[in-house]
């Protein structure tokens, strides 16, 4: 599977959107992006994920690069419960029983 | 959405001693489950992949005696820490995935156990 490369941290304020770029310069056609979160002490969520098109769900919104070299998550109203670590993991889907690969992922802190 | 639940979800042992965790898909089949550990402040590693029926595949540098896994039924995974040691203490995660049947490519995760070794 491809590496990510993302930043260790941001900030973001209550309300505004938080946008959560992902490198992954050697993803191959069939690899897909998603995207994963982690609350303090909890395990991890499945936010969203895509192949080439955008995505957007109730959660967030994926925008892909048209060479898939990288990616973006939205947040498009950040709130204080989505202060978590944010995970970009690339791919194949061979089907549903395919490991993951977890990165350091991106600290976000939403603050007031 | 499908649901993953872990037991116990905090434990203290003493060293030497064995601890079991369970994981369980409550809403969900499932023939696969990962078993992942988690340092403070580090990401979650794959520890091993466990299969119903069949022995458990583990990752490179994963005592597979040390962490025993068992995975007896369609909606239960169990990890044994054998002899724990104070280097066990960590955050232990399992997660499922619900299937082709469910038309969906996420996996579900459980809350975590914390273990901690005395």
């Known amino acids: 599977d491809a590496k990510t490369t993302q930043p260790p941290s941001m900030d973001c304020a209550e309300g505004r959107a938080a946008n959560l770029p992902c490198n992954h310069s050697t993803i191959s056609g069939n690899e897909y992006v998603y995207w994963y979160r982690q609350i303090h002490s909890q395990g991890p969520q499945y936010i969203i994920h895509?192949?080439?098109n955008n995505e957007t769900n109730e959660m967030a919104s994926l925008i892909i690069t048209e060479d898939r070299k990288s990616s973006t998550l939205i947040l498009p109203h950040a709130t204080l419960r989505d202060t978590a670590v944010y995970y970009c993991i690339v791919r194949v889907d061979t089907g549903t029983a395919s490991k993951l690969t977890f990165g350091t992922g991106t600290r976000l802190q939403v603050t007031l | 959405g499908a649901v993953v639940s872990q037991h116990p979800s905090w434990v203290i042992c003493k060293s030497g001693t064995s601890v079991k965790i369970e994981c369980r898909s409550l809403?969900?089949?499932?023939?696969?489950m990962f078993w992942y550990r988690q340092f403070p402040k580090q990401s979650l590693m794959l520890m091993a992949t466990s299969n119903e029926g069949s022995k458990a595949t583990y990752e490179q540098g994963v005592e597979k005696d040390k962490f025993l896994i068992n995975h007896a039924s369609l909606t239960l995974s169990t990890l044994t820490v054998t002899s724990a040691h104070p280097e066990d203490s960590s955050f232990y995660i399992c997660s499922a995935p619900p299937g082709l049947a469910a038309k969906t490519y996420e996996q579900y995760f459980g809350p975590g156990t914390r273990l901690t070794v005395t």
């Open positions: 895509g192949l080439k």
């Open positions: 809403d969900f089949q499932a023939t696969t």
